[in-house]
């Protein structure tokens, strides 16, 4: 059973610029893809950026420029930077892990997910 622990979020003003991190116990190389994803009330989870087993990495348009997801290996910690945050980024952010050879925001393909870590942004 692979575990992800998310922390890094909590209330931020707007343009602020905090980094998500999230520990994953092991990676499978058989399933590699790694997302980020945020969820708001009443709607459905929204994919935010992923990374894959290529190296490629994709970013939903709304943060595209603003928001950088990033790997270490070696520390098996998956990283999302945030800058310029608006208050439309006010979430639940979750890390997904052991999902498919190249990156998708379809959370049906991941298997692990974290618990969630939440940020608020104030104007």
């Known amino acids: 059973q692979v575990q992800l622990v998310e922390s890094g979020g909590g209330s931020v003003q707007s343009g602020g610029s905090p980094r998500l991190s999230c520990a994953v116990s092991?990676?499978?190389?058989?399933?590699?893809?790694m997302a980020w994803f945020r969820e708001v009330p009443g709607k459905e989870r929204e994919g935010v950026s992923c990374?894959?087993?290529?190296?490629?990495?994709a970013s939903v348009d709304s943060v595209k420029g603003r928001f950088t997801i990033s790997l270490d290996s070696a520390q098996n910690t998956l990283y999302l930077r945030m800058n310029s945050l608006k208050p439309e980024d006010t979430a639940v952010y979750y890390c997904?892990?052991?999902?498919?050879?190249?990156?998708?925001?379809?959370?049906?393909?991941?298997?692990?997910w974290g618990q969630g870590t939440q940020v608020t942004v104030s104007s």
């Open positions: 092991e990676f499978l190389s058989v399933r590699p893809s």
């Open positions: 997904a892990a052991a999902g498919p050879e190249y990156c998708t925001f379809d959370t049906r393909y991941y298997d692990y």
């Open positions: 990374i894959d087993g290529h190296t490629n990495y």
